[in-house]
């Protein structure tokens, strides 16, 4: 089986831009969670889709949203970008159901000049 | 909320010695407990997780677990050290719900 994948690897961006982060799951997973790691902070959850609805959400400001599709991929958008929001974006998808381990992929490095 | 907390940033050890990063958690039911490697420039790899089916938990390359609810640990060993193994590893918990809390992680270096 393919594991998950997220596009783009690497971004750069200005502050005050926006961007879009893309995760297929893995085939079968119907739930995808986002984190994001940076040195300071270390990883920290941003919200958790399944079956196209948000069912968790973490302690970020409203500039991140999400959604999800009806095949689970996902995307992750941040509005206004700060230079404080250059980090390791991770995707993760699991099953949904009780097993709860998430696998993730390789993330997107954002890097906000 | 739960949490985990990871004993140390960094430990250092020499080829074919044994490994041994400590975790604890702060919970008041027992959780589900999970250690990820993060190899440089890449994602989290699934070592192993606890789900309450047995305290000593086998993973992949050769790692272990033992959850200790009476020391609320999940220390992480592994009896001989690989050059391989250097790399970050994160203790990880979870209730019901799918928000994994991290802990801050500890770097390990592998001494030749």
């Known amino acids: 089986k393919a594991g998950v994948t997220q596009t783009p690897r690497y971004l750069i961006k200005t502050r005050g831009q926006q961007v879009t982060l893309s995760c297929s799951p893995i085939s079968g997973h119907r739930s995808v969670s986002w984190y994001q790691q940076t040195p300071g902070q270390g990883l920290q959850f941003l919200f958790e889709y399944f079956s196209e609805t948000q069912r968790n959400k973490g302690n970020f400001p409203g500039r991140f949203s999400g959604r999800q599709f009806s095949n689970s991929r996902s995307e992750m958008n941040v509005s206004t970008l700060e230079l404080g929001d250059s980090a390791l974006y991770l995707c993760?998808?699991?099953?949904?159901?009780?097993?709860?381990?998430?696998?993730f992929g390789p993330g997107t490095r954002l890097t906000v000049t | 909320a739960q949490s985990v907390t990871q004993l140390g940033s960094h430990v250092s050890v020499s080829e074919g010695a044994l490994v041994l990063l400590r975790c604890n958690y702060s919970?008041?039911?027992?959780?589900?407990l999970f250690w990820y490697v993060q190899y440089p420039n890449q994602g989290l790899q699934l070592l192993l997780k606890y789900t309450s089916a047995a305290t000593l938990v086998k993973g992949i390359n050769g790692f272990e677990a033992e959850f200790k609810k009476s020391e609320t640990s999940f220390h992480l060993t592994k009896p001989s050290a690989h050059m391989s193994d250097a790399a970050e590893y994160f203790c990880a918990v979870i209730l019901n719900d799918y928000k994994l809390s991290f802990g801050a992680g500890t770097t390990v270096t592998v001494r030749a």
């Open positions: 919970s008041s039911v027992p959780p589900y």
């Open positions: 993760a998808s699991t099953t949904g159901g009780t097993g709860y381990e998430q696998y």
